[in-house]
T-cell receptor, first 111, second 115 residues
Framework: GEDVEQSLFLSVREGDSSVINCTYT??????LYWYKQEPGAGLQLLTY?????DMKQDQRLTVLLNKKDKHLSLRIADTQTGDSAIYFC???????????FGKGTKLSVKP | SAVISQKPSRDICQRGTSLTIQCQVD?????MFWYRQQPGQSLTLIAT?????????ESGFVIDKFPISRPNLTFSTLTVSNMSPEDSSIYLC????????????FGSGTRLTVV
């Protein structure tokens, strides 16, 4: 079945760039997503990329998609303490058109 | 994108009781998804709710435990029945935009603790 893998933890210093990586298995996925979850909060859609794109940039966020390797990354430039959260990678690959989520990467930003 | 109002935001319930979670969407949507997020875990799909038909449940989830209603295109409820401490989780509803493409919006979640 579909599977989405991502590393569980990432720690960076404020001002540095953060790169969160994700691999997925369903080559037919049309869209891939990044969501942010702050403590005690719901999921906030950060960005998504259509599978025929290699890159998408939105302010401090850059998404890179390597469809051949089924690898997705999220780069956050100039990481701030407010970026500390759990970041979920997801693919649109479920049988009901639902999203399949990775386990989430906890990003810690140190001042 | 759609805006979802989810209630309650949190609750502490006694084992053996039931809790109904509501999601109200500010626009008409065909499909509504219900997810569970167990502590420290990712999101797992419970079921998909379509208006006018029975919900479709994922493996490991059954209607008797998680009955769902979808009376119209803007509203759905999920009931967690006969609760046990293992049901302590965050429950979230989600919809996709009217075209079926693009971003999926999530409710703010219901944090359930069963004691």
């Amino acid at each position: 079945g579909e599977d989405v893998e991502q590393s569980l933890f990432l720690s960076v210093r404020e001002g540095d760039s953060s790169v969160i990586n994700c691999t997925y298995t369903d080559s037919s996925s049309t869209y891939l997503y990044w969501y942010k979850q702050e403590p005690g909060a719901g999921l906030q859609l950060l960005t998504y990329i259509f599978s025929n794109m290699d890159m998408k940039q939105d302010q401090r966020l850059t998404v890179l998609l390597n469809k051949k390797d089924k690898h997705l990354s999220l780069r956050i430039a100039d990481t701030q303490t407010g970026d500390s959260a759990i970041y979920f990678c997801a693919e649109k690959g479920g049988s009901q058109g639902n999203l399949i989520f990775g386990k989430g990467t906890k990003l810690s930003v140190k001042p | 994108s759609a805006v979802i109002s989810q209630k309650p935001s949190r609750d502490i319930c006694q084992r053996g009781t039931s809790l109904t979670i509501q999601c109200q969407v500010d626009s008409q949507v065909t499909m509504m998804f219900w997810y569970r997020q167990q502590p420290g875990q990712s999101l797992t799909l419970i079921a998909t709710a379509n208006q006018g038909s029975e919900a479709t449940y994922e493996s490991g989830f059954v209607i008797d435990k998680f009955p769902i209603s979808r009376p119209n295109l803007t509203f759905s409820t999920l009931t967690v029945s006969n609760m046990s401490p293992e049901d302590s989780s965050i429950y979230l509803c989600s919809v996709v935009g009217p075209t079926g493409f693009g971003g999926y919006t999530f409710g703010s979640g219901t944090r359930l603790t069963v004691v």
